[in-house]
């Protein structure tokens, strides 16, 4: 038996973003495969801003074993860019306390992602295919003060 004639194929299903996907690496004789699709989909409500930034935290204090990651800087600019869109609206901070957006009731729902990577030969090009389609939910986005003028609901994002 050759190695250089390896037969692999490797599955596996995993959630990203609250969105369910399956990926598949194949290898053969003539070289390899990558799929990623996603799965039958229920009840996805995707995930907040700040659900996102405590995910990465975790994760980076797993994967170290230190909780070094500081996202106050982070949280800080959001709050910061909240605040100064309400100033540049006409409200003053002190009074638009009760008027400003709230940033947790931004969901962000990956609602497809799809690849596909095909690798044959040396000679080859590599085919490679990819599509995603990701939704930020924005209620409550906009500041109250301008919501009888404007209002964003939604904001679709789609290649």
Excluded: C, W
């Excluded at 869109?85 to 008027?99: F, L, M, Q, R, V």
């Amino acid at each position: 038996m050759s190695t250089s004639s390896l037969n692999a194929a490797i599955a596996v299903d995993f959630s990203l973003i609250g969105t369910k996907l399956h990926a598949m690496y194949k290898k053969d004789a003539n070289g390899y495969k990558i799929l990623l699709i996603p799965t039958l989909q229920s009840g996805n409500e995707g995930v907040t801003i700040k659900e996102l930034i405590d995910d990465i935290k975790n994760l980076t204090k797993n994967v170290t074993g230190s909780d070094s990651l500081n996202t106050e800087d982070l949280t800080n600019v959001l709050d910061a860019a909240v605040e100064e869109s309400a100033g540049e609206a006409g409200t003053s901070k002190k009074s638009a306390n009760d008027k400003l957006p709230d940033t947790s009731q931004i969901r962000i729902i990956l609602n497809m992602a799809y690849l596909y990577i095909s690798k044959q030969g040396e000679q080859q090009e590599s085919q490679i295919e990819y599509a995603f389609n990701l939704n930020i939910l924005t209620t409550g986005l906009i500041p109250k003060v301008l919501s009888s003028i404007v209002t964003v609901d939604h904001i679709g994002i789609a290649v």
